[in-house]
Structures are given as structure tokens and as C-alpha cells.
């Protein structure tokens, strides 16, 4: 079946600790996105990418990196330098520009601090 | 600057029962659609329903309608016959067309809905 895989769906990390969050999809998108969820805040945009080889920054992009080498992945780093991590992540995709709009999710990550 | 609110932090039904969540938007486009989203207690995002902004007709998905209001920049999401399945965080969303591409989805902070039996 097609759709979005994110790994790992539960994650532990260190204080000072990188950590890198998977987000695979096998739909044929060409635009993937990282949204980072906190109770009360909705989704926020953390950094997009509509095409291989490129990314943006969305509105909260500090702390973060990511890379898109292929079309079907686009892993979020989350670096030592984001202030607070802990928080429930998801990746979505695009069919691309021309198309509707309506994004396909993930089931999410959840980062987790100690 | 577009944004999308939705005033209802947490609302709660009874079973076969219907409801209103609300949401209001904030554009100066005239092309772009809109989506509500739900994200039950699993956590998948999943969508609802889809309203083009230059269609006047209300998007109806079964169980699920719009009130779209396009000069009140408004659009509700009324679901009928509410089940227990239906309890989720639900999302209102907007996206601006220009012109053959698309800015990026915003989302409400969301309304949790709680169906009780």
C-alpha cells in the first residue's frame, strides 16, 4: 500500500544529543514537509522541500536540518541547538504543485527528552 | 499574512448527536482551497473534507458538510449523527492557490472533540 513511514514512532534522546527522525513515502510525491504538533499549538512548519535537492526553512526551522537526496526520503535532524525537542513530529507530502493541496501524513514521531 | 483560527479549544457531543466546530481565516487571496483534519487518539492526520474557495457550493463528505462563507471568511465544519469514532483533535486548514502553485498548508491550533455515549 502506498503511504508515509516514519521511524522510529518513539524516541529517547539525551540532553546535547543529535537525533535524526526518518520519513519515507513510496507515493510518487514531489513535495515533503515536517510539521512539529505541541499541546495547544497546532502544527507548526518546521522546513519543507517541493523538489529533490532542495529544502526550505518553514517557521521554526532552528535546531533543525534536514536533506533531500531522494524523492522518496527527507530526514529531520533534530540538533543539540534546538532549545525544546520534546515534542510529537509529523511528515506529510505533497503530490506536488498543481495539484489540489491535501497533504498525506504520517503516524508521527514522538522525541522525547530526558 | 494568512492565518486560520478556530475559537473552540475542546467540544463535546452526545452520541447521534450533531455539531458545529468553527473556523475563521484571515487572506487577502481570492484563490485557495480549504481542509478540515482529523487526528484521533492514533495520531494520524487524515483528511475530512476539501472546500475550493471558488466554488459556492457546501463540500459534503457523508456524515460531514462545510458552511462556507467566503466574504465572512468562514468555514465551519458540521458533523451529523456523531459517533463515538469521531472523537479527534479536528484541524481546519488553508492553502493559497496562485496561479497554478500553492504556498504552504496552515493550520488552526485545533478543537477537540470528545462524543460521548
Known amino acids: 500500500d502506498g503511504g508515509i513511514t516514519q521511524s522510529p514512532k518513539y524516541l529517547f534522546r539525551k540532553e546535547g544529543q543529535n537525533v535524526t527522525l526518518s520519513c519515507e513515502q513510496n507515493l510518487n510525491h514531489d513535495a515533503m514537509y515536517w510539521y512539529r504538533q505541541d499541546p495547544g499549538q497546532g502544527l507548526r512548519l518546521i522546513y519543507y522541500s517541493q523538489i529533490v535537492n532542495d529544502f526550505q526553512k518553514g517557521d521554526i526551522a532552528e535546531g533543525y536540518s534536514v536533506s533531500r537526496e531522494k524523492k522518496e526520503s527527507f530526514p529531520l535532524t533534530v540538533t543539540s541547538a534546538q532549545k525544546n525537542p520534546t515534542a510529537f513530529y509529523l511528515c506529510?507530502?505533497?503530490?506536488?504543485?498543481?495539484?489540489?493541496?491535501?497533504?498525506?501524513f504520517g503516524e508521527g514521531s514522538r522525541l522525547t527528552v530526558l | 499574512a494568512q492565518t486560520v483560527t478556530q475559537s473552540q479549544p475542546e467540544m463535546s457531543v452526545q452520541e447521534a448527536e450533531t455539531v458545529t466546530l468553527s473556523c475563521t481565516y484571515d487572506t487577502s487571496e481570492n484563490n485557495y482551497y480549504l481542509f478540515w483534519y482529523k487526528q484521533p487518539p492514533s495520531r494520524q492526520m487524515i483528511l475530512v473534507i476539501r472546500?475550493?474557495?471558488?466554488?459556492?457550493q457546501n463540500a459534503t463528505e457523508n456524515r460531514f458538510s462545510v458552511n462556507f462563507q467566503k466574504a465572512a471568511k468562514s468555514f465551519s465544519l458540521k458533523i451529523s449523527d456523531s459517533q463515538l469514532g469521531d472523537t479527534a483533535m479536528y484541524f481546519c486548514?488553508?492553502?493559497?492557490?496562485?496561479?497554478?502553485?500553492?504556498?504552504?498548508?496552515?493550520f488552526g491550533k485545533g478543537t477537540k472533540l470528545s462524543v460521548k455515549p
Open positions: 472546500q475550493e474557495a471558488y466554488k459556492q
Open positions: 486548514a488553508f492553502i493559497a492557490n496562485y496561479g497554478g502553485s500553492q504556498g504552504n498548508l496552515i
Open positions: 506529510a507530502s505533497r503530490a506536488g504543485q498543481g495539484s489540489v493541496g491535501e497533504l498525506f
